[in-house]
């Protein structure tokens, strides 16, 4: 059976305003439309009681609409319920069907059974507006993203590197005191002094051997090519640790070239991952004698950091201007 809201009301006095009352006996006595004898005792049984009984389809809901919102100004309890039809057996003997609980707050009134839904010109406007939304915003929050991963991963290497140097300098000595890279070659010093204090994932004799795309694959910030090769077996092996950075650790440095002190570390935070470019994801360190592992340009001017670190510049200084800046990218830093 189609349920649909029945109404009534628990018994209250009878109403004292005569115009209420008057509304009140109307709908009750006189429902618009031909009633059966029954349906017209439960109207009159309801009349004498001063209570609504269910009088969906037995009275008009539109005029019995009006009464109830006079009864609701007047102050009585009422609330609504989805309930079947009552029972023909119930409409015949003129009982009420149910009664209603008292506390209740409003009743919700309907001349139809008419569903409320967008149309298909909103949904697409509002869609519309969403991708509009989210083509401005999404470039932002991707960008903001990926220097945060940046940050991150360039910490994590800093750190990587510093412990696997306290952690050779403890069962090899200070490392200024260390074997020279040209005298026990680079591959031995590799072995001896760095590797055993990684979690290598992979050795690079050449750039084939660790996803790249040839044996020059870096830029300069400016967007040139970096003339440095990926790999020396003379000067520099390359290696990637098991959280995808990659490490190039140098012999020496320029021509002081029988010391391993102030030997140049170049690491490549995401590995073969793009862009490659110094100051993005390719930065460079110092092994500094009595200071540790330093950025590149800790010892220059900032006035020359800033020229370099920026569209115009090589990118070589980039790692010190984050370092001076609390290891945060500056507003105007060129990612």
């Known amino acids: 059976m189609k349920n649909v809201y029945q109404r009534s009301f628990k018994s209250a006095p009878p109403p004292k305003n005569p115009n209420v009352k008057k ?27 001063n209570m609504f009984l269910p ?11 009006i009464v109830l919102g006079e009864v609701f100004r007047m102050g009585f309890k009422y609330t ?35 569903k409320i839904a967008f149309t298909l010109a909103e949904v697409l406007i509002t869609l519309g507006i969403i991708g509009v939304v989210a083509a401005m915003t999404m470039p932002t929050i991707i960008g903001h993203y990926k220097r945060q991963e940046t940050l ?43 590797l055993p204090y990684f979690n290598v994932l992979k050795i690079c004799n050449n750039s084939s051997e660790c996803n790249y795309d040839n044996d020059y694959p870096y830029k300069l910030l400016n967007g040139n090519s970096y003339s440095m090769g990926f790999a020396s077996n003379s000067r520099r092996i390359p290696f990637i640790t098991t959280d995808g950075i990659l490490f190039s650790i140098s012999i020496g440095a320029g021509t002081n070239e029988a010391l391993s002190v102030d030997s140049t570390i170049y690491i490549d935070i995401n ?21 540790g592992i330093l950025p590149n340009g800790y010892n220059t001017d900032q006035n020359k950091i800033y020229a370099n670190c920026s569209k115009t510049g090589s990118g070589e200084y980039c790692a010190q201007w984050i370092m001076m800046n609390g290891w945060q990218f500056p507003k105007d830093y060129p990612y």
């Open 271 to 291: 590995g073969s991952k793009e862009p490659n470019t110094l100051g993005k994801d390719y930065f460079m360190f110092k092994l500094v004698k009595n200071k």
């Open 23 to 49: 509304i009140y006996r109307s709908v009750i006595r006189r429902p618009e439309g031909r009633k059966t004898r029954g349906q017209a005792a439960i109207c009159e049984q309801s009349s004498r009681k």
């Open 152 to 194: 991150s991963r360039l910490k994590k290497a800093y750190s990587i590197i510093n412990q696997a140097l306290k952690m050779s300098e403890a069962a090899n000595g200070e490392y200024e005191y260390w074997d020279s890279g040209f005298d026990v070659g680079a591959k031995e010093y590799l072995n001896k002094y760095w």
């Open 80 to 114: 609504t319920r989805l309930l079947p039809t009552p029972a023909p057996s119930l409409i015949r003997e003129g009982k009420p069907a149910f009664t209603l609980a008292e506390g209740a707050t409003h009743v919700a009134m309907w001349d139809n059974q008419r």
């Open 55 to 65: 009088l969906i389809g037995l009275c008009s809901p539109k005029r019995l609409s």
